[in-house]
């Protein structure tokens, strides 16, 4: 019994443990192979926030620049891995992945959905259990979407610029829902969506978040209240205590003034502020610094030099220097008032330096005497600069905001105030306050520089009550303008301006290399454009420069056509050296876009990189051997005003050649001057901002066209009348642009026209492209509607191009009467589309509408003529 007993138990043992080995083995083989569950989790989670991370760099680092490169250059320029121009933190991939997220999706909107993925990525790396991560994902997404579209309906009902917030879906669902709903309904749905996202993610009742709101806020107004009751009465007090100390000082001063009249029979005539006084020990004065041993030339051949006025040194018990520097000795902060630079002047009207080419040619530049001089010098009015300072300090210490101490320096349009602020003091406690200090100050504008570059202070810049003109003769006849003219160290030497300094501001167009001007009507853009033609004209050779000018408003460069046989570079088949129909004007931008075609070939065959080195190897005898094509190649300087009026028109036909040339023309010495007084985005587009570093922006109508012109405000803060900020690169400096009247463009474009020229410079024929002019032999009359002579009659009848007079007229639907127009337009009868205006009509009465339609061939004019 014992053995049965022991063989009928052995059979389950035995099946039970092979049960529990087979069970083990794959746990073995899992643990083996060293990728559990648990291991694999943390990998993914691990991956999944540095997914997030690079996402959120590449979005937050988003620049258009960069999308403008990625959209107009090729891929094997863009996989350089030599390239550092992009401004994305991820370079190359950082940006085409910014580009796919903002530009092509919803914008910065899609960072929500990116916090989404970085939750999950922690979420399995801390192994727990994502129970809120679906409904928060699918949240996210929906957030970003309808914020997206929020941010598109006011991009395209506000023209806010917010392309960056909205992305291309977001502004194209936005105005899908717009043209359903119209604007109004297509706001509130958007307007809901995104309030009912908010309430899905905030997970809270209501009504009890609104009462805890409440009273949040009546707990800050009473704390604040208490705050500021508490502040006045110390502020009253330290107020009358100031006013006592100031009254004691006044009488004080009046007290040695006194003494100094009885003792003097003389009083010292009031003396002008040095250009940079320097401070001696606590109080400083006015000595003018030590000039150069060697003389300043004179101004003129022909003129005598005015002698440069030498100011007395100032005693400090002088009286007067109390209403130029502030005493120390009270509670107020040290003050300092900068007058104006004193820029040594020359004679520009001395030899100058020619070119190879132009020895053969006499040419006499034109006299600095055809310049009117400036009224008079500026005088700094120290009552208007002590009101100001005081009105600065009072309002400042309104709001408990210390200063240590001020400098004010006198510019020509602005005075800037240069701020210490004590320490512990916030910059953006001082420049939230733009506009109290404006309204305090009662100024059309103020500008804050926060901080100035290079200076630890503050600068608030005040429009002066008197401002000073300053004339293009007080730029040109300085030793900077000659020496940049003859020395060569500019090719393309542009005056700009006058800093608040006082400084002559001058800079090279070969450099920038292109320049962008641009700002409203009557802000003095038009004025900068002639003294930069003018400009040229005083410092360059006819040999050595051309311009093509392009002027749609007909009126504004039509001064310079006498200079056709001097500057004037022109098409082969073009009869007029100011180019004023838009579509001539496209002609004429492809052309020069053949002509830098044809520069770069003649200077690959020379072996040379630049225009300049071009020039000097031609000028030294080392490509005659390459043969006769090789000749001297002048800069050429394309001038378009206005540009707002080509874009409307023909934006397709302009937009593209400008930024071609734009982007290579530099080193053939082709320079773009493009001025608007329209400066919006669809003016002044990406593709065109994109290739013009250096810009010059007027006084604007609002901060988003600042914005559009110099990527920032300030713009629309100036007070006009040639007062600019001019942006090269990175750094934006606020000039006072000089002033050019019409009669002495004139006089300097008759000068020059009396002499012998060597007629225009030649560019390719316009029709280079192959382009066939519309209205042309190339028109095929057997394509015509049948109604196209009935409708020919009533447009001239009429004298108005529009298509709705067709439907009225010829009962037709708007298709035909459409395709109409458009066939009256391809035969010449009527111009371009206007936007809402109607067409111009181009043929005068019903008897030259025959005539045009019908002409006598050349048999039938035979008989009659005989």
Same mark, same amino acid.
């Given at each position: 019994?014992?053995?049965?007993?022991?063989?009928?138990?052995?059979?389950?043992?035995?099946?039970?443990?092979?049960?529990?080995?087979?069970?083990?083995?794959?746990?073995?083989?899992?643990?083996?192979?060293?990728?559990? !569950? *648990?291991?694999?989790?943390?990998?993914?989670?691990?991956?999944?926030?540095?997914?997030?991370?690079?996402?959120?760099?590449?979005?937050? !680092?988003?620049?258009?620049?960069?999308?403008?490169?990625?959209?107009?250059?090729?891929?094997? $320029?863009?996989?350089?891995?030599?390239?550092?121009?992009?401004?994305?933190?991820?370079?190359?991939?950082?940006?085409?992945?910014?580009?796919?997220?903002?530009?092509?999706?919803?914008?910065?909107?899609?960072?929500?959905?990116?916090?989404?993925?970085?939750?999950?990525?922690?979420?399995?790396?801390? *192994?727990?259990?994502?129970?809120?991560?679906?409904?928060?994902?699918?949240?996210?997404?929906?957030?970003?979407?309808?914020?997206?579209?929020?941010?598109?309906?006011?991009?395209?009902?506000?023209?806010?610029?917010?392309?960056?917030?909205?992305?291309?879906?977001?502004?194209?669902?936005?105005?899908?829902?717009?043209?359903?709903?119209?604007?109004?309904?297509?706001?509130?749905?958007?307007?809901?969506?995104?309030?009912?996202?908010?309430?899905?993610?905030?997970?809270?009742?209501?009504?009890?978040?609104?009462?805890?709101?409440?009273?949040?806020?009546?707990?800050?107004?009473?704390?604040?209240?208490?705050?500021?009751?508490?502040?006045?009465?110390?502020?009253?007090?330290?107020?009358?205590?100031?006013?006592?100390?100031?009254?004691?000082?006044?009488?004080?001063?009046?007290?040695?003034?006194?003494?100094?009249?009885?003792?003097?029979?003389?009083?010292?005539?009031?003396?002008?502020?040095?250009?940079?006084?320097?401070?001696? /020990?606590?109080?400083?004065?006015?000595?003018?610094?030590?000039?150069?041993?060697?003389? /300043?030339?004179?101004?003129?051949?022909?003129?005598?030099?005015?002698? /440069?006025?030498?100011?007395?040194? &100032?005693?400090?018990?002088?009286?007067?220097?109390?209403?130029?520097?502030?005493?120390?000795?009270?509670?107020?902060?040290?003050?300092?008032?900068?007058?104006?630079?004193?820029?040594?002047?020359?004679?520009?009207?001395?030899?100058?330096? !020619?070119?190879?080419?132009?020895?053969?040619?006499?040419?006499?530049?034109?006299?600095?005497?055809?310049?009117?001089?400036?009224?008079?010098?500026?005088?700094?009015?120290?009552?208007?600069?002590?009101?100001?300072?005081?009105?600065?300090?009072?309002?400042?210490?309104?709001?408990?905001?210390?200063?240590?101490?001020?400098?004010?320096?006198?510019?020509?349009?602005?005075?800037?105030?240069?701020?210490?602020?004590?320490?512990?003091?916030?910059?953006?406690?001082?420049?939230?306050?733009?506009?109290?200090?404006?309204?305090?100050?009662?100024?059309?504008?103020?500008?804050?520089?926060?901080?100035?570059?290079?200076?630890?202070?503050?600068?608030?810049?005040?429009?002066?009550?008197?401002?000073?003109?300053?004339?293009?003769?007080?730029?040109?006849?300085? /030793?900077?303008?000659?020496?940049?003219?003859? $020395?060569?160290?500019?090719?393309?030497?542009?005056?700009?301006?006058?800093?608040?300094?006082?400084?002559?501001?001058?800079?090279?167009?070969?450099?920038?290399?292109?320049?962008?001007?641009? @700002?409203?009507?009557?802000?003095?853009?038009?004025?900068?454009?002639?003294?930069?033609?003018?400009?040229?004209?005083?410092?360059?050779?006819?040999?050595?420069?051309?311009?093509?000018?392009?002027?749609?408003?007909?009126?504004?460069?039509?001064?310079?056509?006498?200079?056709?046989?001097?500057?004037?570079?022109?098409?082969?088949?073009?009869?007029?050296?100011?180019?004023?129909?838009?579509?001539?004007?496209?002609?004429?931008?492809?052309?020069?876009?053949?002509?830098?075609?044809?520069?770069?070939?003649?200077?690959?065959?020379?072996?040379?990189?630049? &225009?300049?080195?071009?020039?000097?190897?031609?000028?030294?005898?080392?490509?005659?051997?390459?043969?006769?094509?090789?000749?001297?190649?002048?800069? &050429?300087?394309?001038?378009?005003?206005?540009?707002?009026?080509?874009?409307?028109?023909?934006?397709?036909?302009?937009?593209?050649?400008?930024?071609?040339?734009?982007?290579?023309?530099?080193?053939?010495?082709?320079?773009?001057?493009?001025?608007?007084?329209?400066?919006?985005?669809?003016?002044?587009?990406?593709?065109?901002?994109?290739?013009?570093?250096?810009?010059?922006?007027? *006084?604007?109508?609002?901060?988003?066209?600042?914005?559009?012109?110099?990527?920032?405000?300030?713009?629309?803060?100036?007070?006009?009348?040639?007062?600019?900020?001019?942006?090269?690169?990175?750094?934006?400096?606020?000039?006072?642009?000089?002033?050019?009247?019409?009669?002495?463009?004139?006089?300097?474009?008759?000068?020059?026209?009396?002499?012998?020229?060597?007629?225009?410079?030649?560019?390719?024929?316009?029709?280079?492209?192959?382009?066939?002019?519309?209205?042309?032999?190339?028109?095929?009359?057997?394509?015509?509607?049948?109604?196209?002579?009935?409708?020919?009659?009533?447009?001239?009848?009429? *004298?108005?191009?529009?298509?709705?007079?067709?439907?009225?007229?010829?009962?037709? @639907?708007?298709?035909?009467?459409?395709?109409?127009?458009?066939?009256?337009?391809?035969? @010449?009868?009527?111009?371009?589309?206007? @936007?809402?205006?109607?067409?111009?009509?181009?043929?005068?009465?019903?008897?030259?509408?025959?005539?045009?339609?019908?002409?006598?061939?050349?048999?039938?004019?035979?008989?009659?003529?005989?």
């Amino acid at each position: 019994m014992s053995a049965e007993r022991r063989s009928a138990v052995r059979p389950p043992t035995s099946v039970s443990s092979t049960r529990s080995r087979s069970k083990k083995r794959p746990a073995k083989k899992k643990a083996a192979s060293g990728f559990s !569950t *648990q291991r694999k989790r943390e990998i993914l989670g691990i991956l999944l926030i540095a997914l997030a991370v690079l996402a959120g760099l590449a979005v937050l !680092t988003f620049s258009a620049a960069d999308d403008g490169r990625l959209a107009n250059e090729n891929w094997d $320029s863009l996989m350089d891995p030599g390239d550092n121009r992009f401004d994305n933190l991820l370079g190359f991939v950082g940006a085409t992945l910014a580009r796919a997220l903002v530009s092509g999706l919803v914008g910065y909107p899609v960072l929500l959905p990116i916090a989404a993925l970085l939750a999950w990525g922690w979420v399995l790396l801390r *192994q727990k259990t994502p129970i809120f991560l679906p409904t928060l994902t699918g949240l996210s997404l929906a957030g970003a979407l309808f914020v997206a579209c929020f941010f598109g309906w006011f991009d395209a009902q506000m023209d806010a610029d917010l392309a960056a917030w909205s992305g291309d879906l977001g502004l194209g669902i936005a105005g899908w829902l717009t043209s359903v709903l119209k604007p109004v309904g297509s706001f509130i749905v958007l307007l809901v969506s995104v309030l009912v996202t908010l309430l899905l993610v905030w997970d809270r009742d209501i009504q009890t978040s609104l009462d805890r709101a409440e009273g949040a806020v009546t707990s800050l107004r009473s704390g604040l209240a208490e705050s500021w009751a508490t502040y006045r009465a110390g502020a009253a007090e330290r107020k009358q205590l100031r006013a006592s100390a100031r009254e004691e000082a006044r009488a004080e001063r009046e007290a040695r003034r006194a003494d100094a009249a009885s003792a003097k029979p003389a009083p010292k005539p009031k003396p002008k502020p040095a250009p940079r006084p320097a401070p001696a /020990a606590s109080v400083p004065t006015r000595t003018e610094p030590e000039r150069p041993s060697t003389p /300043a030339a004179a101004p003129f051949a022909d003129v005598p030099p005015k002698p /440069a006025p030498t100011l007395t040194p &100032i005693d400090a018990d002088d009286p007067l220097l109390d209403d130029l520097i502030l005493d120390e000795r009270g509670d107020g902060p040290a003050f300092h008032v900068t007058g104006p630079v004193e820029e040594a002047t020359a004679d520009l009207d001395a030899a100058r330096g !020619t070119t190879a080419d132009a020895a053969s040619l006499p040419y006499v530049f034109p006299s600095i005497e055809l310049l009117e001089e400036s009224d008079s010098d500026q005088e700094v009015d120290f009552d208007e600069i002590e009101d100001n300072k005081q009105v600065l300090l009072d309002k400042l210490e309104t709001y408990n905001i210390q200063i240590d101490a001020i400098e004010a320096v006198v510019g020509p349009t602005v005075t800037r105030y240069e701020l210490t602020p004590a320490p512990g003091v916030k910059i953006s406690r001082i420049t939230a306050l733009e506009d109290d200090l404006a309204m305090a100050l009662a100024a059309p504008g103020i500008r804050i520089i926060a901080p100035i570059p290079g200076k630890s202070s503050i600068g608030v810049e005040i429009p002066n009550r008197t401002r000073e003109m300053v004339r293009l003769r007080q730029l040109l006849a300085t /030793a900077k303008f000659r020496d940049a003219a003859r $020395s060569g160290k500019m090719a393309l030497p542009v005056p700009i301006g006058k800093t608040i300094e006082g400084e002559v501001f001058i800079e090279d167009l070969a450099k920038m290399p292109h320049l962008l001007v641009a @700002g409203a009507t009557g802000s003095g853009k038009s004025v900068g454009v002639n003294a930069l033609i003018v400009g040229l004209l005083y410092a360059k050779h006819p040999a050595d420069l051309k311009f093509v000018m392009v002027d749609p408003k007909k009126i504004e460069l039509n001064g310079y056509a006498e200079l056709l046989n001097h500057f004037s570079a022109m098409p082969e088949d073009s009869d007029d050296p100011i180019i004023t129909d838009f579509m001539e004007a496209a002609a004429v931008l492809r052309s020069c876009e053949r002509e830098m075609e044809i520069r770069y070939d003649l200077l690959a065959e020379a072996g040379v990189r630049g &225009i300049g080195e071009y020039n000097k190897k031609l000028a030294a005898g080392k490509l005659e051997a390459l043969g006769d094509k090789h000749r001297h190649l002048p800069y &050429i300087v394309v001038i378009v005003d206005e540009l707002a009026d080509l874009m409307m028109t023909s934006a397709k036909e302009v937009e593209a050649p400008i930024a071609r040339l734009a982007q290579m023309a530099r080193a053939i010495g082709i320079h773009l001057v493009l001025a608007t007084q329209r400066p919006s985005v669809d003016v002044i587009t990406g593709l065109i901002k994109a290739n013009f570093p250096s810009r010059m922006a007027y *006084q604007t109508s609002s901060k988003i066209d600042s914005r559009t012109i110099i990527d920032g405000g300030g713009a629309q803060q100036l007070v006009g009348n040639g007062d600019l900020l001019h942006m090269n690169g990175s750094r934006l400096t606020r000039l006072q642009g000089p002033f050019v009247g019409v009669d002495e463009v004139d006089a300097i474009a008759g000068f020059i026209a009396s002499q012998e020229g060597a007629g225009p410079y030649l560019l390719p024929p316009m029709d280079a492209t192959g382009d066939a002019p519309k209205g042309s032999a190339g028109d095929s009359s057997e394509d015509r509607d049948d109604l196209f002579e009935d409708a020919a009659k009533v447009i001239v009848r009429s *004298q108005q191009g529009s298509v709705s007079l067709l439907q009225r007229k010829l009962s037709v @639907g708007y298709t035909r009467a459409a395709r109409l127009v458009d066939q009256l337009e391809d035969a @010449g009868i009527v111009g371009p589309f206007e @936007g809402s205006k109607a067409r111009d009509v181009l043929i005068p009465d019903e008897f030259a509408l025959e005539t045009h339609l019908n002409p006598a061939a050349p048999g039938e004019s035979a008989d009659v003529d005989a």
